[in-house]
């Protein structure tokens, strides 16, 4: 049989070419592939839940009572035998693909695995990311809940607050004004067409980049190959040993996943019911929490004009703050002093400052995650800004000081 194919397809050379690549063994380059394999999981059973969905939002009959139609597929899906299993499991993986992809961006960045050759695949990854975050957001409308449509707003007065084309974006994006019947559709074809192409499309791309460009390897292999005068690259076939580690990975992670979405519930839509007046206040997922977090610091009165484009708290907090985050991010390999190619991850120990900035920026986001519950704790706008600002600067100063004193003193008190 195998012969069969090999005479077409010359398998062999193939598995030569390909498969007998090294992998180099760490376990944080698991992290990249938990990213991977939640993706999977996500297409998977979003397959089966685009065939019971209906995006439409006319007026069907639900035991009895008038609600659109796409709430009432989801409640139905829920009715069916594991049917709120699967959307648990959908909704579940969608939140660990995004903490995954967080866990890989930390890892690239502390062990500096973004440098020179590698800064095209952190670009892609950016986007990758960027992506990932708007099919969660357009996947929040599908199932037309009392907090779908509340969530869904709330971007939707973001995109209309763009300066000059705000109104064209939302156009675009929305299908018109929102709420309105042709968002959902739009929404629909965003969120199983044309994000999980673009997905696809970007990961292979990374994936091609990864297996052109070598993997980083632990830094004890440099050590290694020197007393052995080998190549580069240290570690294990990608067929088998790599394979069925991650087959075995994957399960375990299934596994992991299933028990979470079996005992904890994610958006139970029944219990918020159909679009309706007097929507409670409900907070979006944690990772849109640091935007929706900075939204609720910002006056709500302040507002200006440049050169004809309206500027709100909503362009500030909702357009221009993500902005200047990515720029942040996409600035950190062009920006980095070490431009000699890096092939061995570096240890986070004993890169003071980067590794300082990076907990400063980290502490500063979480800071602005823990302001989206500014309402529940009771604290004024004013002095979550306070507190927000002694945060990261005491993260910054207490980090990088204890950084410098470890150094100082591997070092026999030489600064680094
Ligand atoms: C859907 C999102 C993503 C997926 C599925 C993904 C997957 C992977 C995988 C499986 C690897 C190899 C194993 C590893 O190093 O962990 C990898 C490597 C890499 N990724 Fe990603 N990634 C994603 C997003 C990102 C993001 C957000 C960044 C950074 C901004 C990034 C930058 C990189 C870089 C630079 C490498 C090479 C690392 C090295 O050689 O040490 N990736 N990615």
Known sequence: MFKWFDERLELKKFKEKFLSKTFPTHPTFLIGEIALFSFITLVVTGIFLGL??????????LFGAMVPAAYASVVRIDLLPMGMLIRRIHH????????????HLMRVYFTSAYRNPREINWFVGLGLFGISLFAAFTGYLLPYSNFSVTATSIGYYIAKSVPWIGNWISTLLFAGDFPSNATVPRFFFLHVMFIPFLLVSLIVLHMVILVKQKHTEPAVNRTKKESQNGKRLIGIPIWPEQAIISIAFYFFLLFVIVLIATYIPL????????????????????????????????????????????????????????TFLILVFALIPLLDRAKQPQHYISNPLHRPFMTALGIT???????????GYIDVLKIAPKTMILYVVLATAAAGAVSYSLLRVYNRNKNGGKNV
């Open 92 to 103: 579940w993986s969608a939140m660990i693909m995004i903490a995954a992809i967080l866990a």
């Open 52 to 61: 019971l969905y209906e995006p439409s939002t006319k007026m069907v009959s």
């Open 267 to 322: 958006n139970p839509i029944e219990s918020y019911g159909p679009p309706a007046a007097g929507t409670p206040v409900m907070r979006p997922d944690w990772y849109f929490l640091i935007v929706y977090g900075f939204l609720k610091l910002i006056p709500g009165d302040l507002s200006f004009s440049i050169f004809g484009g309206k500027i709100t708290p909503e362009t500030i907090g909702g357009v221009i703050f993500p």
């Open 361 to 371: 920026g980290g502490v500063f986001l979480t800071m602005l995650i823990v302001s």
